[in-house]
């Protein structure tokens, strides 16, 4: 069975700062897709970035990027100059390939952005 | 990216009563999934609607309590049943495009009372 972890329950960074996000996960798949989300309080999840496993190359959307370590299992995310509307939860969420596309997501990391 | 309505945004009940959530999505989509996210937690898969067949339920989660209707391609709803302040959470319906990328309804946020 798949598993997604997020150890940090709780993380705040200064405007204009750069804050890791940590992930980490376990599979015996050799093909996934892993994503970011954030989910600020107005409740709706938001696509911050997909990594599709076979790739070697960490995605990179503006100012959100990761390092996937696929070996160690390992999907952290960084967001630079970090900005007041990035205070949310993120959630990493891992899914297969094949079938049913099913998500498993970890457990969130608050992450607040100070002024 | 799909654009996708739900309905209501919130609401409270009186427990023993049921509650239908509505899901639109702006285009056709073979699976339509719905999660439970209680509070201060992660996002928990309840179950998968393909439309003409029955949904699919995880482990947990049965059709009596949360019979789930998808009667085309771009609608399904959600029923919780015989509601008590433990099923007090948010829930969520998603559509996935053909890359695996999970597009997410506004939630509806559910108060049992």
């Known amino acids: 069975a798949q598993t997604v972890t997020q150890s940090q329950p709780e993380m705040s960074v200064q405007e204009a700062e750069t804050v890791t996000l940590s992930c980490t996960y376990d599979?015996?798949?050799?093909?996934?897709?892993l994503f970011w989300y954030k989910q600020p309080p107005s409740r709706q999840m938001i696509l911050v970035i997909r990594?599709?496993?076979?790739?070697?190359q960490n995605a990179t959307e503006n100012r959100f990027s990761v390092n996937f370590q696929k070996a160690a299992k390992s999907f952290s995310l960084k967001i630079s100059d970090s900005q007041l509307g990035d205070t949310a939860m993120y959630f990493c969420?891992?899914?297969?390939?094949?079938?049913?596309?099913?998500?498993?997501f970890g457990t969130g990391t608050r992450l607040k952005v100070l002024a | 990216s799909a654009v996708i309505s739900q309905k209501p945004s919130r609401d409270i009940c009186q427990r023993g009563t049921s509650l239908t959530i509505q899901c639109q999505v702006d285009?056709?989509?073979?699976?339509m999934f719905w999660y439970r996210q209680q509070p201060g937690q992660s996002l928990t898969l309840i179950a998968t609607?393909?439309?003409?067949?029955?949904?699919?339920?995880e482990s947990g989660f049965v059709i009596d309590k949360f019979p789930i209707s998808r009667p085309n391609l771009t609608f399904s709803t959600l029923t919780v049943s015989n509601m008590s302040p433990e099923d007090s959470s948010i829930y969520l319906c998603?559509?996935?495009?053909?890359?695996?990328?999970?597009?997410f309804g506004q939630g509806t946020r559910l108060t049992v009372v």
């Open positions: 998603s559509v996935e495009d053909d890359a695996g990328r999970a597009f």
């Open positions: 599979t015996s798949e050799s093909n996934y897709y």
């Open positions: 990594q599709e496993a076979y790739k070697q």
């Open positions: 969420a891992f899914s297969t390939t094949s079938g049913t596309y099913k998500y498993i």
């Open positions: 285009s056709q989509v073979t699976m």
């Open positions: 609607a393909n439309q003409g067949s029955e949904a699919t339920y």
